[in-house]
Protein backbone atom coordinates (compact mmCIF):
# COMPACT_ATOMS: atom_id res chain seq x y z
CA UNK A 1 0.00 0.00 0.00
CA UNK A 2 1.37 3.34 -0.66
CA UNK A 3 2.66 5.12 2.71
CA UNK A 4 1.56 8.47 3.99
CA UNK A 5 3.86 10.92 3.67
CA UNK A 6 1.76 13.77 4.06
CA UNK A 7 2.18 15.37 7.73
CA UNK A 8 -1.62 16.01 7.66
CA UNK A 9 -2.47 12.84 6.30
CA UNK A 10 -0.54 10.91 8.76
CA UNK A 11 -1.82 13.09 11.76
CA UNK A 12 -5.31 11.89 10.79
CA UNK A 13 -4.17 8.54 10.12
CA UNK A 14 -2.82 8.53 13.93
CA UNK A 15 -5.95 9.64 15.30
CA UNK A 16 -7.83 7.58 13.92
CA UNK A 17 -5.64 4.74 15.53
CA UNK A 18 -6.57 6.34 18.53
CA UNK A 19 -9.96 6.39 18.53
CA UNK A 20 -10.20 2.22 17.20
CA UNK A 21 -8.03 1.70 19.98
CA UNK A 22 -10.55 3.55 22.53
CA UNK A 23 -13.27 1.71 20.82
CA UNK A 24 -11.28 -1.74 21.02
CA UNK A 25 -11.03 -0.79 24.72
CA UNK A 26 -13.92 0.36 25.43
CA UNK A 27 -16.22 -2.72 23.81
CA UNK A 28 -13.88 -4.94 25.71
CA UNK A 29 -14.91 -3.25 29.05
CA UNK A 30 -18.83 -3.87 27.62
CA UNK A 31 -18.04 -7.70 26.95
CA UNK A 32 -16.43 -8.13 30.27
CA UNK A 33 -19.83 -6.93 31.75
CA UNK A 34 -21.72 -8.20 29.74
CA UNK A 35 -20.11 -11.80 30.39
CA UNK A 36 -20.34 -10.99 34.50
CA UNK A 37 -24.28 -10.76 34.06
CA UNK A 38 -25.49 -14.29 34.37
CA UNK A 39 -28.50 -13.17 32.18
CA UNK A 40 -26.35 -11.86 29.09
CA UNK A 41 -27.50 -11.78 26.12
CA UNK A 42 -24.88 -14.64 24.41
CA UNK A 43 -25.36 -13.55 20.70
CA UNK A 44 -24.70 -10.17 21.88
CA UNK A 45 -21.60 -10.90 23.39
CA UNK A 46 -20.61 -12.89 20.10
CA UNK A 47 -21.64 -9.70 18.16
CA UNK A 48 -19.49 -7.32 20.45
CA UNK A 49 -16.31 -9.70 20.04
CA UNK A 50 -16.74 -9.87 16.27
CA UNK A 51 -16.84 -6.20 16.04
CA UNK A 52 -14.00 -6.15 18.51
CA UNK A 53 -11.55 -8.61 16.23
CA UNK A 54 -12.82 -6.26 13.07
CA UNK A 55 -11.34 -3.19 15.05
CA UNK A 56 -8.40 -5.39 15.45
CA UNK A 57 -7.91 -5.85 11.75
CA UNK A 58 -8.50 -2.47 11.19
CA UNK A 59 -6.14 -1.50 13.62
CA UNK A 60 -3.20 -3.85 12.61
CA UNK A 61 -3.75 -2.11 9.28
CA UNK A 62 -3.25 1.17 10.49
CA UNK A 63 -0.22 0.42 12.23
CA UNK A 64 1.24 -0.75 9.07
CA UNK A 65 0.25 1.82 7.16
CA UNK A 66 2.18 4.05 9.61
CA UNK A 67 5.35 2.03 9.33
CA UNK A 68 7.22 3.91 6.22
CA UNK A 69 8.67 0.65 3.83
CA UNK A 70 12.56 0.20 4.75
CA UNK A 71 14.45 0.31 0.86
CA UNK A 72 15.32 -3.51 -0.11
Known amino acids: MNQPT ?3 ELA ?3 ERLLML ?3 HRDL ?3 IVRLQADIEADELAVKRLKKRKL ?3 DQIARLES ?3 PDEPA
Open 28 to 30: DEA
Open 65 to 67: DLI
Open 6 to 8: DPA
Open 12 to 14: ILA
Open 54 to 56: QLK
Open 21 to 23: RQE
